[in-house]
């Protein structure tokens, strides 16, 4: 039994010593674990104005939750997500917590969030503001209650998120909820 225990670590021993020592190279360097960014474009300004990735977002105006007037060119310079959603899609309420998190760790580097909340959508404008004192949400929510902004992003399903750079280039256009690593490795990419 003594000699069955002495076999037994000795193996493990082995075992711990390949992997640290000969299977190292196969494991991933930081190198290829660091994200890629977006690349920089070298005249922004000569890029047409539309919705898809490769576009300069088209500037808007709309009225926070606080009443307080949002517009989007003057964020121009800041890394942004701009999410479309509504207070009773399950893939917004999964997600918002996220965006929250993530807004609280990036804002002091230059990100913002503007979450346009699709008021047409709700029953009632007091679901918007309950949603957002619910889960806490400190970044500006701009409420959408004409569908202007929804309609000419052609928002169909919620949330719908676009990524755009600090140059308002949209860098991408993701339909449907996100999960935490993905909303935090494709702010990091945006130059």
Same mark, same amino acid.
Not at 7 to 18: E, G, K, P, W
Not at 140 to 156: A, K, T, Y
């Given at each position: 039994?003594?000699?069955?225990?002495?076999?037994?670590?000795?193996?493990?021993?082995?075992?711990?010593?390949?992997?640290?020592?000969?299977?190292?190279? #196969?494991? =991933?360097? &930081?190198?290829?674990?660091? *994200? @890629?960014?977006?690349?920089? +474009? #070298?005249? =922004?300004? &000569?890029?047409?104005?539309? *919705? @898809?990735?490769?576009?300069? +977002?088209?500037?808007?105006?709309?009225?926070?939750?606080?009443?307080?007037?949002?517009?989007?060119?003057?964020?121009?310079?800041?890394?942004?997500?701009?999410?479309?959603?509504?207070?009773?899609?399950?893939?917004?309420?999964?997600?918002?917590?996220?965006?929250?998190?993530?807004?609280?760790?990036?804002?002091?580097?230059?990100?913002?969030?503007?979450?346009?909340?699709?008021?047409?959508?709700?029953?009632?404008?007091?679901?918007?503001?309950?949603?957002?004192?619910?889960?806490?949400?400190?970044?500006?929510?701009?409420?959408?209650?004409?569908?202007?902004?929804?309609?000419?992003?052609?928002?169909?399903?919620?949330?719908?998120?676009?990524?755009?750079?600090?140059?308002?280039?949209?860098?991408?256009?993701?339909?449907?909820?996100?999960?935490?690593?993905?909303?935090?490795?494709?702010?990091?990419?945006?130059?």
């Amino acid at each position: 039994m003594k000699r069955l225990l002495i076999m037994a670590a000795a193996a493990i021993l082995v075992l711990y010593l390949v992997d640290t020592f000969i299977l190292m190279d #196969n494991k =991933p360097s &930081e190198e290829i674990l660091k *994200i @890629e960014k977006y690349e920089e +474009v #070298n005249n =922004p300004n &000569e890029l047409p104005i539309g *919705i @898809e990735p490769g576009n300069r +977002v088209p500037n808007f105006e709309l009225t926070d939750i606080e009443g307080k007037k949002v517009i989007l060119e003057e964020l121009r310079g800041k890394k942004l997500l701009l999410n479309f959603w509504a207070s009773w899609c399950p893939p917004c309420k999964e997600e918002m917590p996220y965006m929250q998190e993530m807004y609280e760790k990036y804002q002091k580097d230059g990100y913002e969030i503007l979450a346009v909340n699709s008021t047409v959508t709700e029953k009632n404008r007091q679901d918007a503001v309950d949603f957002v004192k619910k889960y806490g949400l400190t970044f500006p929510i701009p409420m959408d209650e004409r569908n202007e902004v929804s309609s000419r992003f052609e928002i169909l399903t919620y949330p719908t998120s676009l990524f755009i750079d600090s140059d308002g280039i949209i860098r991408s256009r993701i339909i449907g909820g996100v999960n935490k690593e993905f909303l935090e490795d494709e702010l990091k990419r945006l130059p």
